[in-house]
């Protein structure tokens, strides 16, 4: 959806954040609207997964706003519009927990505490199932499971909560292809159901058909906010973003031929 006129369901202006007494973010803004598939890129340490954290809620802010669905950070109740799949994750946790067991769980920000799990929260569980391609699984043990098919739990988890807006960091680090095929697959689904999706990526592989737009962080800055680049125009030759850690794609990416923001100058 490119040029979305959705209306701003993430505001964030100015977002700077601290850790460990450093500045690892500095005066971000960003703007993602209903229904876009945003991949936010860029070289390790670059601040994506502080970034996703700030419009969560879960790092504090030493300056600026976040905005989730018009309302501000700090009065904003309705979590159960989120669904957030941290990085690196696993499902199972050390916990004999079966697949549909651990998804069940996602429902818990719909579901008062004390009430049996009704119909809907049954229907949810199993579309969430059916959507990452998990159903004939649902009764395995998650700790039997790949990783890749894990990472597929936890974002079934995220999904059984019904959110409208998805926050996923980097689902597809370390999984097969088999899987990030199927991952994709659930995505695809998720975004034509009018999620607005918000993914931490340094490859996007099989996403890569999804994504309507792409942010590159580089030093705790958002470099690039623009359309991902055209395949055509993707031939690399050198790297403007790549830091000395950095394992971007050469194909396919848009840290291969970009040019810098504008908004980079300015700071
Ligand atoms: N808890 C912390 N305390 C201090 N510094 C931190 C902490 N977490 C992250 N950092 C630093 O903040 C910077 C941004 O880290 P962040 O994890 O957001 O980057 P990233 O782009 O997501 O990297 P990666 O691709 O490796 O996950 C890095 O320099 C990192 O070392």
């Known amino acids: 959806m490119l040029n979305p006129t959705g209306s701003p369901v993430v505001e964030a202006r100015d977002v700077t954040v601290a850790l460990g007494g450093r500045p690892v973010l500095r005066g971000n803004d960003l703007v993602v609207r209903a ?34 669905f018009g309302t501000p950070l700090a009065e904003f109740k309705e979590r159960h519009r ?3 799949v941290p990085q690196r994750g696993t499902a199972a946790g050390g916990v004999p927990a079966s697949v549909r067991e651990v998804v069940a769980s996602g429902r818990i920000t719909r579901r008062s505490i004390l009430r049996p799990a009704g119909k809907a929260d ?9 959507v990452v391609g998990l159903t004939d699984m649902a009764g395995d043990g998650v700790s039997t499971l790949s990783g890749g098919q894990q990472q597929r739990v936890l974002i079934a988890r995220a999904l059984a909560g019904e959110p409208e807006l998805f926050f996923l960091d980097e689902p597809t680090a370390g ?26 990526a340094h490859e996007l592989g099989p996403l890569e058909p999804l994504v309507d737009r ?8 958002i470099a690039y906010d623009g359309p991902p680049l055209a395949h055509e125009d993707v031939h690399a030759h050198h790297h403007p973003f790549a830091g000395p850690h950095d394992h971007v794609p050469h194909v396919g990416s848009p840290f291969d031929t970009m040019s810098l923001d504008p908004r980079e100058d300015r700071r």
């Open 82 to 84: 989120i669904g957030y």
């Open 175 to 200: 999984v097969d292809l088999p899987n990030q095929r199927a991952l994709a697959g659930a995505l695809r689904t998720l975004s034509e159901r009018g999620a607005t999706i918000v993914l931490v």
């Open 35 to 68: 229904g876009e598939f945003v991949a936010l890129m860029g070289a390790n340490g670059s601040g994506k997964s502080t970034l996703v954290r700030a419009l969560t809620g879960l790092r504090p802010l030493i300056q600026g706003s976040v905005h989730l």
């Open 214 to 221: 792409a942010v590159v962080m580089r030093d705790g800055r």
């Open 122 to 130: 049954r229907a949810a569980i199993d579309d969430a199932l059916e």
